[in-house]
């Protein structure tokens, strides 16, 4: 406990650094997260649109209602888990800061999970919080609904933070791509694109082909968001809820084994000139 | 004088394009990406579709040929205006605009001319895709007449979206930088993709009557398929290109003379 302790106030800071630093930049952050947050609503009202134009009550499974709940969960789920650790790394790489952090007596990795831990913690307090909590007013004004009980809340946050520790080594792992090719704000953007559509962020995966649906199973993408929020609309239970969160944990071993290895290949290549 | 811009112009992109054959590969990458953010918005589309017969009482070629025709005076204006995006960010902080100001040429024409950005042919490519087909599987008959008007409500769009940007971005001579308010009503641009009608009335009147973004895409588009009249759709463009030009470009000179130079 000793040995944990002594680490945490090692690396505590990086988590504390970054939070004050969104803090002095909030107007910023928020108009960012605000416009992006308008796509949600372009979503929402897409949506609504298809259900009135639809002539079942449910599709693939899902009532408008729950359609309106998947759409802003998902959305605060994506705002909550973000990072920009891969454009960090592409930026370190590119004006060689990289060669001081490798020289100081930190784990590099170790860094960036708290920096982005700090990240977490701030956008799930100032946005995914708030926004969640006018969606559950709304609601219950409009509608007369109640939030989903305890147990499925804790089992929705577990499942997030599987999703952001999955996240943060997925993009770790792209931003070392930054060693290879130089491109990264092209390929960022590509990244964003791919990942917004096979997590389920933009659709939900119900709505795929089976096969594709399989597929999408199998693969780490629906850890970041699409799993958190089935369980929080419930539609995740027994065997089927224990399964997916054991996927979740085995590819975030899976995701740390590959960054170690590309870590170290990319090490083994770097060469900073001058100094 | 316009003839000298041009060339000017000419100039200026042969500048870029050199830089262009350097990073060859982040070039497609970058095109590639633009690419893919907008087929995923197709793929959606499709997903939906196959469960339900029209959207609000369009049809999916209806739709799509919306949302192709809204890619392009969006990637039009990508092409040409990115540099709006570097005026609102580090520009005017840097103090790098006293540049634009020494120079026989107009400051506007200067700032625009300077960056190039071929991203937005990803853009581009997906709309002319979504346009042509759904025009042959819309059965669309267009006339020379209608040829022209496409152009002319196509340039009016790219003009829409540029001032709105100038607007927007000439906010940064007075606050320094303001491209978070720039990203925001940008992204307000998304709702253009779609009919204005699935929206609430609120939303509508802004996209409309404040920042006029149903005039780039959804009227213009709703009028090749007969479901708008054209006062609105040609007329109505035309009248918001103006005014949103006039204010954009009367904001961008007051912007000028309120501009101090980041001195030392």
């Known amino acids: 406990m000793n040995y944990l302790?002594?680490?945490?106030?090692?690396?505590?800071?990086?988590?504390?650094?970054?939070?004050?630093a969104m803090m002095s930049y909030r107007v910023n952050f928020f108009m960012f997260v605000f416009g992006n947050f308008l796509k949600t609503f372009v979503v929402y009202y897409l949506w609504k649109a298809v259900f009135?134009?639809?002539?079942?009550?449910?599709?693939?499974?899902?009532?408008?209602?729950?359609?309106?709940?998947?759409i802003f969960i998902s959305s605060i789920t994506a705002i909550a888990i973000s990072n920009n650790i891969d454009g960090l790394i592409g930026e370190e790489v590119r004006d060689g800061s990289i060669a001081m952090n490798l020289i100081r007596p930190i784990n590099y990795q170790v860094r960036l999970l708290f920096q982005s831990f700090g990240t977490f913690v701030y956008q799930f307090a100032?946005?995914?919080?708030?926004?969640?909590?006018a969606l559950i007013i709304t609601r219950y004004t409009s509608i007369k609904e109640l939030p989903p009980d305890i147990g499925t809340i804790l089992l929705f946050l577990l499942s997030l933070m599987l999703g952001f520790m999955t996240l943060f080594l997925f993009n770790f792992c792209f931003g070392l791509l930054a060693f290879h090719v130089t491109g990264m704000w092209g390929l960022r953007n590509l990244k964003r694109a791919i990942l917004s559509f096979i997590s389920g962020e933009l659709i939900p995966i119900a709505f795929f082909p089976l096969w594709f649906q399989k597929g999408l199973r199998l693969l780490p993408f629906s850890s970041m968001n699409y799993t958190p929020v089935m369980i929080y609309l419930k539609k995740l239970t027994g065997a089927e809820l224990i399964q997916t969160l054991a996927t979740q944990i085995v590819w975030i071993f899976i995701l740390f084994f590959i960054s170690r290895w590309m870590w170290n290949k990319a090490i083994k290549h770097l060469t900073i000139l001058g100094g | 004088m316009f003839r000298k811009y041009l060339r000017l112009y000419k100039k200026f992109l042969a500048q870029y394009l050199k830089i262009l054959m350097e990073y060859k590969t982040d070039f497609i990458i970058g095109l590639f990406g633009f690419f893919v953010v907008q087929i995923t918005g197709i793929v959606f589309l499709c997903l939906v579709f196959q469960r339900i017969p029209t959207l609000n009482g369009w049809s999916f070629n209806e739709i799509l040929f919306i949302y192709g025709f809204a890619q392009l005076p969006r990637g039009i204006d990508h092409l040409f205006t990115d540099n709006l995006w570097l005026l609102s960010g580090r520009i005017i902080v840097r103090g790098d605009f006293d540049r634009y100001l020494l120079r026989p040429i107009n400051p506007l024409f200067h700032l625009i001319a300077?960056?190039?950005?071929?991203?937005?042919?990803?853009?581009?490519?997906?709309?002319?895709?979504?346009?042509?087909?759904?025009?042959?599987?819309?059965?669309?008959?267009?006339?020379?007449?209608?040829?022209?008007?496409?152009?002319?409500?196509?340039?009016?769009?790219?003009?829409?979206?540029?001032?709105?940007?100038?607007?927007?971005?000439?906010?940064?001579?007075?606050?320094?930088?303001?491209?978070?308010?720039?990203?925001?009503?940008?992204?307000i641009s998304d709702f253009a993709k779609y009919p204005l009608g699935i929206y609430s009335k609120p939303v509508q009147g802004i996209m409309t009557f404040i920042i006029p973004f149903a005039f780039t895409a959804f009227f213009p588009a709703s009028y090749f398929i007969g479901k708008v009249n054209a006062q609105v759709a040609i007329g109505g463009t035309f009248i918001a290109t103006v005014i949103s030009f006039a204010i954009a470009y009367t904001t961008w000179l007051l912007g000028i003379k309120a501009y101090e130079s980041a001195g030392n």
């Not at chain 2, 042509?132 to 008959?141: A, D, M, Q």
């Not at chain 2, 940007?165 to 007075?174: E, G, P, R």
């Open chain 1, 52 to 70: 009135y134009s639809s002539t079942s009550s449910t599709l693939s499974g899902f009532t408008l209602q729950e359609m309106i709940i998947y």
């Open chain 1, 126 to 133: 100032f946005v995914s919080i708030p926004i969640w909590l």
């Open chain 2, 114 to 187: 300077e960056v190039f950005q071929p991203d937005a042919f990803g853009e581009l490519i997906v709309g002319i895709i979504l346009v042509i087909t759904s025009i042959s599987k819309l059965h669309l008959t267009f006339t020379l007449l209608n040829v022209l008007t496409f152009v002319f409500v196509l340039i009016c769009g790219s003009i829409i979206y540029t001032s709105i940007k100038l607007f927007f971005a000439s906010f940064a001579f007075w606050v320094k930088n303001s491209q978070s308010i720039l990203f925001v009503t940008y992204s």
């Open chain 1, 5 to 20: 302790t002594r680490k945490l106030h090692i690396y505590w800071p990086f988590s504390k650094s970054i939070m004050q």
